[in-house]
């Protein structure tokens, strides 16, 4: 076959010989050398920016750029001092953006290592597990429910083998994959006998010959486009549209500036230089790389609390979740599921169940789950012996039967050793039953043995019990089995699971209650059994729905109900995603919890989805916040730290945007007004460096406690409101001491610049003390950091007019003490009036929310 031949319409020994690679797998060395050759298998997700290129990035703000041409303007007018100054700033910030975004870039790498996938492939002639990304052509890949599919390539054997490509085609339902060739012209969504990289697999199972790996699959075709636009989130959105705002009012106000300054006959370069500084003074330039280290600091603070951040966006949406869902297992219960007992029909206890239990669960090879590993456990602890039985089929656990079978030939038994055993949910197994077994017999499964079989099956589900199904039948010898031949079955028995609710997690809903988020039960379990653990944790039991009668109601009907019930039982895969919409659409902040295959949807659909580490693969990469123990108060303790990194990041937003609206304000009418600039270019350069650097800190501040027992969202209309407010107020006390300095100590340029930059940096280290909370500054401490850091600058900038030589290079003089006297009474009054309008402000907000 010419090599031109696609993959898919060449046989699976042509393409092992074409990869030089066997059904035994490759070797150590021959993978090793592949992945060198075809680099590593990843695609979609960027690799770590280098140091240099995130060295390089900070030059991209045209912040930096302005500065840098000011520092062009400077060294061709010889005026090497304000040059070496404005360099140094750049270098400076600089610096200081590429230190933090380091930091926080290497820190959300270290996080999304702890997630890496992996997958079972044969190496060496044994199968292993390896990271999804060291997969390389002519691997063999082992392939189960819930697994992505790690690389483009053809099914070499498959049983029951389903796979979802909606990542692909847009193709809801799931396909079947078979072994076999297709035509070179079949289309990607008829290929029947290929798997795609990035699809997840449904049901069955399948080992699967690696083709194509990272960027050469299907998937890394359209990865640049699928990257080039990804979702914008509400905070990115918000954040970019006030930067758009801030950056149209700044240069109205610098060109505002500059013609005045011209229009008074100013030096042309003084006046350019003034403009370039005002330009960056005036612009939170720092906001961007603030932002992502407050965040990557509260990812890196939630992963030691056992929450790893996958997308630093969903803090926000964390801290904003209203409504929980969740299933109960694992996250209401222990998760520590124990075989309780076997019985028969009648419900005595059953050795004989119990062992052809035993024999469905260990020669299964579907979806690893807690109930068959409990059966497995019991069955080897009571000693039964499987060793001559032989698996001659297996027809694998799906989501729309919810039954698993397995077909089996016990040797010893003659005509009667080849058996059809089926286990699943009690009504699914029931479905397909004829006759029942009593008292070694079996019988016709009349009305009267159903209603029996119904008494007990909702009398040990009300006790908290999970109930399976069990049923039989002979077989005749065949090739293969599949769901047509689960039907004419002998209903065996029950198997009865216990998994106790965890004793303290009825505290932890009502914290959870207390951060304002509501908990929704989601489960597939019966709704018997779903009403007696949400009352042993303190749920109402009575407002329940079940997926028949939620399957009724549509529209306004449905979001009401979703709103009011508390637990939705025997609950489809596909109405989980449509009860997500319907809470959205009452305007509820969703967060879901899952850890199954079936969740995917609903986790992706979700505001903020929630996994755990030991989830499969498909809900894992579905998730925005991965718990690394399904545990309920890890999740609250995630909530309040999500709360606290938003409050953080909210609280430099607002100051900082407040502050520079201020900062516009007064020097857009000291320029008219004064008979010289109000500070040199160089003096406005440091004092924005200066009273940058403890915003820095805002990341590690304490945070009020009422403001984490609430749902937080960004409202760009209240930090509007802010800004407007508290930059006004700024700008009034900039006025006053105007007026003091000119009219009652009748200030030279000298010392008016050198005051006015003191109570100027003075007055924004005060306003981000005072603004950080909502309470009174001698009620809420700042964090250590933050207050050393403003005590530090604060020192700083009374002491720069004492310090040689830096005095003469900022053009410094020194302040007579009654002037530094009066400086300190108008902090004093601006910090009162900052108290008295913080009140009012937050007071007025509360009312109107």
Known sequence: MPESTPYWAQSAGALLSALSSRASGLSSAEASERLRRFGPNTVGEAERTSALKLLLRQFESPLVLILVFGACVSLFVREWVDASIILAVVVGSTLLGFFQEYR??????????????????????????????????????????????????????????????SALTGESFPVEKQPGT???????????????????????????????????????????????????????????????????????????????????GRPVIESLLFAVALAVGLSPELLPAIVSVTLSAGARALAKRGVIVRRLEAIENLGGMDVLCTDKTGTLTKGVVTLSDATDPSGKTSDAVRRDAYLNAALETGIDNPLDAAIVEDGKGKGFDISKCTKLDEIPYDFQRKRLTIIVDEGPLGEKARRLLTKGAYVNVLAICTQVAQDGKTVALDDAARAGLEAFYKTKSAGGFRVLGLASKTVETKPHYSRDDESGLCFEGFLLFFDPPKPEVRQTIRDLAGLGIAIKIITGDNRYVAAHVAEAVGLDAKALLTGEQMAALTGDALCHAADRVQIFAEIDPQQKETLVRALQKGGHAVGYMGDGINDATALHTADVGISVDQAVDVARESADIVLLRPDLDVLRLGVEGGRRTFVNTLKYIAIATSSTFGNMISMALATPILPFLPLAAKQILLNNFL????????????????????????????????????????????????????????????????????VSLLTELAAVLVLRTHLSVFRSMPSRLLLAMAAAIAILSLALPFIAPLDAIFSFVRIPATLIGALFLILAAYIAALEAAKRVYFRTASRTK
């Open 691 to 758: 009273s940058d650097l403890p915003s820095i800190a805002l990341s590690t501040d304490n945070v009020d406690a009422p403001a984490v027992t609430r749902p937080t969202r960004w409202d760009i209309r209240d930090i509007r409101k802010f800004m407007v407010l508290f930059g006004l107020l700024s700008s009034c006390f900039d006025g006053l001491t105007f007026f003091v300095l000119l009219k009652l100590f009748h200030a030279g340029i000298a010392t008016f610049q050198t005051a006015w930059f003191v």
């Open 104 to 165: 926080a870039s290497a820190a959300i790498a270290e996080l999304r290592a702890r997630l890496a996938l992996t997958t079972r492939v044969s190496r060496d002639g044994v199968s292993k597990t390896i990271a999804v990304s060291d997969i390389v052509p002519g691997d063999i890949v082992s392939l189960s429910a819930g697994n992505l599919v790690p690389a483009d390539g053809i099914v070499l054997e498959a049983r029951d083998f389903m796979v979802s490509e």
């Open 182 to 264: 297709v035509a070179e012209g079949t289309t990607l969504s008829q290929r029947s006998n290929s798997v795609f990289f990035g699809t997840s697999v449904r049901s069955g199972t399948a080992t699967v010959l690696a083709v194509k790996t990272g960027l050469a699959t299907q998937f890394g075709t359209v990865a640049a486009r699928l990257k080039s636009a990804p979702p914008e989130t509400e905070f990115a959105r918000g954040l970019r549209r006030f930067g758009y705002l801030l950056l149209r009012i700044m240069i109205v106000m610098v060109l505002f500036v500059l013609t005045v300054n011209q229009l008074l």
